[in-house]
């Protein structure tokens, strides 16, 4: 009755589809010198039957074996539902001295949405780690992650049995300092990850030398916001993350950040949470795959000091300098595990950096960078690589800054992987000429950088990203285990 | 050298494809009675040259033909980065005493960073049409609106030829009062929209009968965020919104949303401000394809009393009885028009209203809202007709609220649009057993509703948004004109 022109986009996708599939990342995993790892810890990872391919590990053991427990600090996603490993972390972190001996981390199950049952499966998951050190065993000694389904409750038994076959007596023990060993540590962190993801480098503090080493997992449902443990307990009428829960419905993969450094330096427990949680920051709170925030992201730090024994603690308050130093080596070491999980973000085709500079405070340089990494339009852009600055403008206007954004003073640039040189597509809120053949050739290149220039200051923060493919679609429109 | 695993997700997406196309739109236009459209108001869409194709209506004019000039009410949107049509029409409400007698739309530019030169059209546009009343002609009676394509400027000579087409002693006038006048003028609004989006009804506000028509215009670039008009100027050091630009380089597609509604009730222009205010919050406000929002967004009300010239106005302070029963009106007929946008969201093959109870404040309910309906984990899901709920809580437990959220208190259904029992997925923080066929069988329908109760007190809001499907990613990976 009324002829309603319907345009060409309600055509079947058939031939015009773009179907870029994302790039081989294998190669982002490759092999390390033992001798780069830090010393004083065991690692191992294996299979104790979460998951149900025998050869897919499941839970991954981490063991300072230095005589004093390890510093530790942790930053825990911001969710108001928190899975119960992060409650009960957070306990461990909160009732002790600020040192524990080990993480013990399973996948395959978030245990999260577990009611009481949940809770009380990750304490014995700490328990029975604890219990592997005979000589220290004391309740709270060890911190616990998980990863994986949602909703069902940990094969329990399954999982004691896995943490009891590392112990000291027992033949199935293969805990050990080799690559090997960390490489099946960071293999036992991963569910819809497609490369381990680990990481070890030395560096020098205070003229020693020192070693960190990393594993972190994650792919979709990525976009941290952790801070570090409260202090005061759960908020009143919640000391449970919810109502107990025995039967188990139909289980959902929710996809999630974790990860773990360890370093040989020492660290007092306050300047190592001091240095995470400003590290967290600027690195795995500065990523985003899809602008979801999980109920497990966790991020743990060890320093356990093996390796100066007489050298006095890194500390804020006894000497800045060094503290900085290494809280420094430590930001820019989490800025490159981060940036692996932005690699291995579902159907991720292009690895973007935001950088946003500029601005009058810290947190608005931050907001505006994330708000560009999580808007549909800037990264369906990126996916089709089509140079479109306006919905970059868009999502920059669109953040309510501390001083008010002056559109004439905004500049935005395409600065290339390569060093060439960077494209600028808006100069004080005008729009370029620009040359479209090269502003092809730049985001034709799987890496790039979106420059956003504020005008209102001098802080700045950088946000990782990636684009929205066809492929993260279908994995999350067909994603239920 | 490293066997690394890659799940068969990176296998190139071919028989697994989840393959759904939106469904069949033109059915939400149809036929309205000429009698149920407000008296006083002519109106009209032509071609006057902006899109190439000579079928494609791009210009709607809506004249006032009352003896007084109507009230008129308005919210813009608060990016930054506020097109010229924002600015100018800002201008001419604060500058007159809040009546207008026309509003001027093209459609196919958006007049947005498009410089001192943008500005200045869209003034000529306002006096243009100013002039087509020779008895009432005079500045700032006529606001602007703008649509189309970003970083041009607009072909200003053929704009004012097509609206002086419309002057009363040129035989090509056309303005008029029917309902093939008012559908030309919504045709006119359309850049990606697949069908035209006019509603009227009749209303009964103190015992008289009123009527109110809207049109409005949107697909993609959806996530508004509107308010009144500033009362101060344009903030310190942007006195225009960019520096000039004479030349344009290749334009970018640029959705938005606009919208008016014109009513022949007589409401003071404060009133008619408050209740638009209002009923916006609830409607356009509340309304997410894919988390965008435009430089452009603009919804426009006007009141010409043309239905009571003996009746006293509407107003806020003198019957309150009265003013809520209009700002109810007002708002339901809003909440319609807004529907309709995520209905013809780009690629959008759900419609679905996220409904958020029980909280401490509408603001926490409307952000909790917010973000479910922008969650690309949950808009995957809901393409997928997955019940997802561990994405539903995922993303609630994410927005930071005025009172902490308790997980054990909170409740998430799936209600059917058929009236039929609505499935609960999770009880007071605890999973249901789900029956999976019937949660396959909500999700399956075209309409849904999510429930989310909160437990924390009596405040409440929706939020109506889309899936995200394969065509929202084609449409925006291949977008530009």
Redesign the interface.
């Known amino acids: 009755?009324?002829p309603?022109?319907?345009?060409s986009?309600?055509k079947?996708?058939t031939s015009?589809?773009?179907?870029r599939?994302?790039p081989p990342k294998?190669h982002h995993?490759?092999?390390i010198p033992d001798s780069v790892f830090p010393a004083g810890y065991v690692v191992t990872g294996l299979h104790c039957g979460i998951k149900k391919n025998p050869?897919q590990l499941d839970l991954a053991l981490i063991q300072s074996i230095s005589p004093q427990p390890a510093a530790a600090a942790a930053c825990f996603t911001?969710?108001?539902?928190k899975a119960a490993p992060v409650v009960v972390s957070e306990a461990v972190l909160r009732r002790g001295d600020g040192r524990v001996r080990a993480i013990v981390i399973n996948s395959g199950c978030a245990n999260?949405?577990t009611?009481k049952q949940g809770t009380e499966d990750a304490w014995a998951m700490v328990r029975a780690t604890d219990a592997l050190d005979e000589e220290h065993a004391g309740d709270g000694a060890t911190v616990v992650m998980s990863t994986g389904v949602?909703?069902q409750t940990l094969p329990i038994a399954k999982v004691l049995a896995g943490i009891q076959s590392q112990a000291l007596s027992t033949p199935t023990r293969n805990l050990g300092s080799t690559f090997e060993a960390w490489?099946r540590a960071a293999r036992a962190f991963m569910t819809?990850d497609?490369?381990?993801k680990l990481r070890a480098r030395n560096f020098i503090v205070g003229g020693r030398e020192y070693h960190m080493a990393g594993m972190d997992k994650g792919a979709?449902?990525i976009h941290p916001?952790m801070g570090p443990p409260r202090v005061a307990s759960t908020?009143?009428?919640?000391p449970?993350?919810?109502?107990?829960?025995s039967?188990?419905?139909?289980g959902?993969l929710?996809a999630t950040l974790l990860g773990c450094i360890l370093t040989d330096a020492p660290v007092s427990p306050r300047s190592l949470q001091s240095a995470l949680t400003y590290a967290v920051d600027r690195s795995f709170n500065s990523i985003s795959v899809?602008?979801?925030?999980?109920?497990n992201d966790t991020i743990i730090a060890l320093a356990n000091g093996a390796a100066a024994a007489d050298a006095h603690e890194i500390d804020e308050e006894h000497n800045r300098g060094e503290y900085e130093a290494f809280r420094d080596e430590l930001t820019a070491f989490a800025a490159e595990l981060a940036q692996l999980v932005v690699r291995d973000g579902?159907g991720a085709t292009k690895f973007v950096t935001v950088s946003v500079e500029g601005a009058a405070t810290y947190a608005d340089a931050h907001n505006v960078a994330s708000r560009i990494s999580?808007?549909?339009?800037v990264k369906?852009?990126l996916?089709?690589e089509?140079a479109?600055?306006?919905?970059i403008?868009?999502?920059?206007?669109?953040?309510?800054?501390s001083v008010?954004?002056?559109?004439?003073?905004v500049t935005v640039s395409f600065v290339p992987a390569d060093g060439s040189a960077p494209l600028p597509l808006?100069v004080?809120?005008?729009?370029?000429?620009?040359d479209?053949v090269r502003a092809k050739e730049i985001v034709s290149a799987e890496d790039l950088q979106i420059k956003v220039e504020l005008g209102l200051g001098f802080e700045a923060a950088k946000y990782w990203t990636c684009d929205?493919?066809?492929?993260?679609?279908?994995?999350?429109?067909?994603?239920?285990s």
């Not at 911001?78 to 539902?81: E, G, P, S, V």
């Open positions: 009755m009324f309603v022109r319907l345009p986009i309600w079947r996708f015009t589809i773009i179907s599939t994302p294998a995993h490759a092999a050869e911001r969710n108001a539902f999260a949405v009611g949602i909703g490489e819809t497609t490369f381990p979709g449902m916001d908020p009143a009428g919640s449970s993350p919810s109502s107990p829960s039967s188990s419905p139909a959902q929710h899809d602008g979801d925030m999980s109920t579902e999580t808007s549909a339009l369906t852009a996916y089709g089509d479109n600055w306006g919905r403008l868009a999502a920059t206007g669109s953040v309510p800054l008010p954004l002056d559109p004439a003073r808006l004080n809120g005008e729009p370029e000429n620009v479209e929205l493919s066809y492929e993260y679609v279908r994995i999350n429109g067909d994603y239920r």
